[in-house]
Every structure is written in structure tokens, then in C-alpha cells.
């Protein structure tokens, strides 16, 4: 059904930026509620921010308000996190999703270390 890639993550020094974007597949996209969430090793995964299907609303994780930017390309069937001022906790695999979907793809690995 549908596929979600994500790509952008790396290597970033503590204050820097990165951006993440994700490829979905299929005819819908324009309907969906996207998210990104993040999983750190030995936690569990969080939600870090979602949009809603017309580029209206946007929720963030209290951790990442004022730093993290979603945004969506209904045009391009696509997702993005503009990540700015990166912290060391921030360190984790990010996922794109469908919000509420239960299965996962292989996620971006963002590392912010000096």
C-alpha cells in the first residue's frame, strides 16, 4: 500500500541544522495527518511534530517548540523537518508517518555530536 522514505539525516554540531524529507507513495497524500517521530536507543519513540492534511495546523513536542519546523508539498507527496539549533539529545532515528499508523519504514539517523 503505501511507502514512506526518509532521507537527510547525518552528522550535525550541537547548534547546527538539518533537514529531513520524506517520499510517500500513492495517490492519497493530500488526506493524510503527517508526522515525524523519533526513537533515541532504550527509549521509546516519540512524536516530534505533525501537520495536518491542507498544510493547516501544526502540532510540536514541547522539547522541539521554536527549533523544529514541519512542512509538507502536497504537490510532491512529501514531508520535511527543518531542524535548527540540533542538541546532543536530540540524537535519534527519525521517522516520517501516516499519524496513527502502526507499521514503520527505516528512518534517517540524526546524530548531533561535537
Known amino acids: 500500500q503505501v511507502q514512506l522514505v526518509e532521507s537527510g539525516g547525518g552528522l550535525v554540531q550541537p547548534g547546527g541544522s538539518l533537514r529531513l524529507s520524506c517520499v510517500v507513495s500513492g495517490s492519497a497524500f493530500s488526506f493524510y495527518a503527517m508526522a515525524w517521530y523519533r526513537r533515541a536507543p532504550g527509549k521509546e519513540r516519540e512524536l516530534v511534530a505533525r501537520?495536518?492534511?491542507?498544510?493547516?495546523?501544526?502540532f510540536y513536542a514541547n522539547s522541539v517548540k521554536g527549533r523544529f519546523t514541519i512542512s509538507r508539498n502536497n504537490a510532491k507527496n512529501t514531508v520535511s523537518l527543518q531542524m535548527n539549533s540540533l542538541k546532543p539529545e536530540d540524537t535519534a532515528v527519525y521517522y516520517c508517518?501516516?499519524?496513527?499508523?502502526?507499521?514503520w519504514g527505516q528512518g534517517t539517523q540524526v546524530t548531533v555530536s561535537s
Open positions: 508517518n501516516i499519524l496513527g499508523r502502526a507499521s
Open positions: 501537520i495536518s492534511p491542507s498544510d493547516g495546523s501544526t
